[in-house]
């Protein structure tokens, strides 16, 4: 049986307070929160919120990054970034502000116990559109680093590790719906100094190998040179 859909009153009251915001058009935090499936003539879906809101999330993160790493490659700066805004990340800040409480969705929807990952990351992205279009720049900029205050910490304090099984993992559930695959290869040397050579395996196609001190360090440069041949990530050059 299909959860009461929430009206209007019941979004605007929730969002205001997660987001600390009185909304001038209240229809844009209904339209943020309306998933595509219940759409119809009178109640527009979120997709174009949330493309809008995708852009102004890079922007804002893109920005933060380049001003504390003046001196990173490009390469690096899209490495962080891809880190912060990742799909898991964005799911848990949806969740964070209770988001599948009040997101509007089509029948047969509601009765999955737990939302798809995908239906909290637009909601999450069209909200900052809303409060973009309605508050401003400076609003939405003040959300953006505020919820992912944990995440942008860490890279600034540089306490991070660049997780690019993390980064491969995501690209994989959002753009070929597979999951990576890790082989060990082969092993070498005695047992207190143990090599590992390891291969990554997505869709059908086999990534590597690398070599890493441990199996954990090997699947993670295993991860990096997938990323880099499929061009998500810029090859670091070697300099002799």
Not at 45 to 68: A, P, T
Not at 191 to 197: G, V
Not at 202 to 213: F, I, K, M
Request: proline share 3%; aromatic share 6%.
């Amino acid at each position: 049986m299909d959860a009461p859909r929430p009206n209007e009153e019941e979004i605007l009251t929730h969002l205001e307070a997660k987001l600390q915001h009185r909304f001038k058009d209240t229809r844009l935090a209904v339209q943020a929160l309306t998933h595509s499936s219940a759409k119809d003539k009178d109640l527009p879906c979120n997709e174009r919120l949330e493309f809008l809101g995708d852009s102004i999330l890079g922007q804002v993160i893109s920005e933060h990054l380049y001003h504390h790493f003046p001196g990173y490659e490009e390469g690096d700066l899209s490495t962080m970034k891809s880190i912060i805004v990742s799909a898991k990340t964005l799911s848990e800040k949806a969740r964070e502000l209770e988001l599948e409480r009040v997101i509007i969705l089509g029948r047969g929807l509601t009765e999955k116990r737990q939302l798809p990952r995908s239906i909290l990351c637009n909601a999450f992205e069209a909200v900052i559109a809303a409060l973009y279009l309605d508050g401003g720049m400076d609003a939405a900029r003040n959300f953006i680093l505020g919820s992912l205050k944990v995440k942008v910490d860490e890279i600034l304090k540089d306490e991070h590790e660049k997780n690019y099984k993390s980064l491969l993992q995501d690209y994989a559930q959002r753009r070929v719906n597979s999951i990576p695959v890790y082989r060990v290869m082969k092993e070498m040397g005695p047992d207190h100094k143990k090599m590992f050579q390891v291969v990554v395996e997505l869709n059908a196609t086999q990534y590597g190998p690398a070599w890493g001190a441990n199996k954990k360090e090997a699947e993670q440069r295993a991860a990096k040179l997938a990323l880099e041949q499929l061009g998500l990530l810029t090859v670091e050059a070697n300099v002799e």
